[in-house]
């Protein structure tokens, strides 16, 4: 088997077991819908690349179209995912932690 990774979501999963009344459920609840959806972007845009570089070794041209789609969601991606990260510093900032 693999290298086994430490399990990233323990974090998250101790907090889950410990939101034990409503207005904390629901906040740990949007959390993850927020990290749910990210995931989901992250993996459309890997997808994307992996695509990229299939259809690139393997001698396929992009259309300046297809080029400008791909760079324009690029640059979305990370304009919106740059200010977040600076975000999340402020927040993690605020709880007193360093990471």
């Not at 088997?1 to 399990?7: E, F, I, L, R």
């Amino acid at each position: 088997m693999a290298d086994q990774s430490p399990d990233r979501l323990e974090p998250v999963r101790r907090l889950v077991a410990a939101a034990e009344d409503s207005p904390l459920r629901e906040l740990v609840s949007a959390t993850l819908s927020i990290l749910q959806e990210d995931t989901k972007l992250v993996l459309d845009q890997t997808h994307i690349a992996r695509d990229i570089a299939a259809r690139t070794s393997s001698g396929d041209w992009f259309s300046n179209t297809e080029l400008r789609e791909i760079g324009a969601d690029a640059e979305f991606f990370l304009r919106n995912y740059k200010q977040q990260r600076e975000a999340l510093k402020g927040l993690q900032a605020a709880l007193g932690g360093d990471d």
